[in-house]
């Protein structure tokens, strides 16, 4: 389990980046045999993510369901994500696999949603949390003085409705 690091933390990131959301949703439950080969295709990709940032993968989170999984990730471009996409030996042997074992069945559903992220267009805010998400994949840093706000965090004016409370 991650360190909860009390206080009020925001993320820096330089730059633009992308975030990529990608999951599967088991819509059969008893069809093991066919929804459990996606499952266990996710982590070789991972590790292979891990292994080689020069891919421009920079961090993820993962989320897991009774029903499936979603895997919130960060990228530095989106010419890097489709290059994983189109040439990542792991990626393309899980998506061929899909297609032929499951194609439009109907028994497991695979999705995802990609976010291109101008520079200096997010904000986030991470209270007595560990460092996560956006803060993983950037830099994790008070969120005080010209962070304070989610406003002031998009360079915009605005007062705190509460005040925060100083970090330990």
Do not use: C
Not at 1 to 29: H, Q, W, Y
Not at 73 to 78: A, D, G, H, T, V
């Amino acid at each position: 389990m991650s360190k909860v690091i009390p206080g009020r933390f925001t993320a820096e990131m330089d730059g633009s980046f992308v975030v990529f959301i990608i999951g599967m949703r088991i819509n059969r439950l008893w069809a093991v045999h066919k929804w459990l080969p996606v499952f266990m295709a996710m982590s070789p990709m991972i590790q292979e993510l891990y292994r080689n940032r020069e891919l421009g993968f920079l961090n993820m989170n993962f989320h897991l369901t009774w029903r499936g999984v979603s895997l919130v990730q960060y990228w530095n471009s989106f010419e890097q994500l489709e290059h994983y996409a189109r040439k990542g030996a792991n990626h393309l042997e899980a998506w061929k696999n899909f297609n032929q074992k499951v194609g439009t069945s109907g028994v497991v559903g695979i999705y995802h949603e990609t976010y291109l992220v101008p520079e200096k267009q997010h904000e986030s805010v991470y209270n007595n949390m560990p460092v996560y998400g956006l803060a993983k994949a950037g830099r994790h840093v008070p969120a005080v003085g010209k962070r304070e706000t989610a406003s002031r965090r998009l360079g915009r004016d605005g007062e705190p409705a509460v005040p925060t409370p100083p970090n330990p």
